[in-house]
């Protein structure tokens, strides 16, 4: 009896899930980064089907389809060279690509309306209608935006430390944690040509390094509950979560509320924040009652690619179904 | 008589000055950028001895010293291979490296206590005291600092846009000019995968330039006196000049004050809100008449390389030398 194949394909790893139309998830597969844009074409799909050759136990079967969560800019892709490659592992019929943001939404409902918030190294927001992405805000990378990210995190991190070690900004505990992460020994009274050598040598190493990995420094702010500068960071980090989640805010659509990426469900404080910036801000703004109260956390995005390969293909997905992708990936995850 | 020369080394552009003893300015020249760091040592030298060569009238000429006003990085290079260059134009004596900010602060005064202010494509400040640099705050670059900078004002212009274009951030003019500036039409009903097609346009095309070229947004914030978020930016930046300022103020220096860099010598509304601001932050933190309350604003560093050539071999210059200095050259440069 042919079932399907479900994948969350991400940035770093990519999750395959081989599950029966009932929603019973009969094998799953990790593998590497999926993302087409960032690994090119041909690494995207190494990845995809390593993890799907896992989920299949090694040997091809007749799958009716394959469902991809992809970040949105690979869903221009052809989709018949997804299908070429799939046709040895039992592919029948064809590869639907869907959007990461409806594969992470539906990984915490099986409900069709509601929300989505994603803070890991981005930060995006989604209005989820009818199940399609009805509204997107921000997701506009480390240069336009991504406000409240891990990357902003960690930008801020770095710019609080540069500006306390020349007095623009609060001494906070921050300097010792980034300048001890970077091999860098702090003496103040030290300068050279009017600058303090340590902010020198934190120059140096921080422009050595790529833009994107400040995201490196996100982790401190929530070494130090007793710090001002990095309390500060985290209150403006839920503030701009909150107002990346409002501006999707319809009061036509309300639902589940799901948090997903590494701020939201392990920095706990942020997500808290938030909920409580949340509530004066949707209030504020006339959408009390549009979200739940209670956000679910995900973790990823592969229950929610399986949830959207069952509903695509017609089958029904209410609470018994979702809760036996649940229960099922979970006994084969371990 | 032998004389001096003197050279401001700049990213762009280089301008080298020929002076007698008296300040009286003999001959001008200018040439390409002269900063070693992204020009290399070659290329920097081409900059350098070519505004000399044109400051000499094309023949060499019995010269005491060469001086050099560069930013700070270059200032760790070994000396002796610039005088190798210099011998064929006459150079008797030593090349001497002076920082930038140095070469700012006394285009602007012949006094050897005050500050200097520089908003360019960077921010940096200074306090300058007994001739040398006693503090420097910021001027940390574009990701770890310089705020309030070129850089600093296109990038938060970029990202105020981004957010308006999704309703995080309020509606503003800036989204039409930055739009126009990318060859970007503006259907705000227009959306792809939920998001508005501007907006996916507008992140594909920033993501082409380089970072630092998000400057070329800055002077569109001037552009617009009855736009919120516009006039929001530019007292943020000024806020932000007023707080790196404020960190290089000492009780015990006092003096003039100077501003450069175009964010505080073109776009006239940022250095009388920084000034502003200045009075207030200067007054709550009891530097009162630290300041001078009228600043000097200087174009660029040629004239303070000319008072440093002078002051580091001997020389004097009072008032009236600085005088000679400035209305001889300025005979020159026409």
Known sequence: MPNYLAIDAGGTSTRAVFLAPSGQC???????????????FDGAMDSLLGASKAALGGAPQPLISVTVGMAGASLELPKHLFAERFKPLGLMGNVVIESDLLAAFY????????YALIAGTGAVAARIAGGRLGAVADGTGWLLGDSGSGFWLGHEVARAVAAALDGRGAPTALTELV????????????????RVTAQQQLIVKTYELRPVELSRFAPLVFALPD????????????AALAQTLTAVA?????????????VLTKGGTVGAAVLAQLGRSAEAAGYGGVFETEPALVADGVVGAAVLALKRN??????SVFERINSTLAALRG
């Open 26 to 40: 009969l094998g799953y597969g990790i593998s590497g980064g999926g993302n087409p844009v960032s690994r090119g």
């Open 107 to 114: 990984s915490g409902t099986h409900q069709d309306d509601g």
């Open 314 to 319: 017609g089958e029904t997905v209410d609470a």
């Open 250 to 262: 319809d009061t036509s659509v309300s639902g589940p509320l799901i948090f997903g990426g590494s």
């Open 227 to 238: 710090d001002a500068v990095a309390q500060e960071i985290i209150a403006r980090c839920a």
């Open 179 to 194: 300048l001890a992460d970077l091999g860098i020994a702090l003496d103040p009274s030290s300068r050279s040509q009017g």
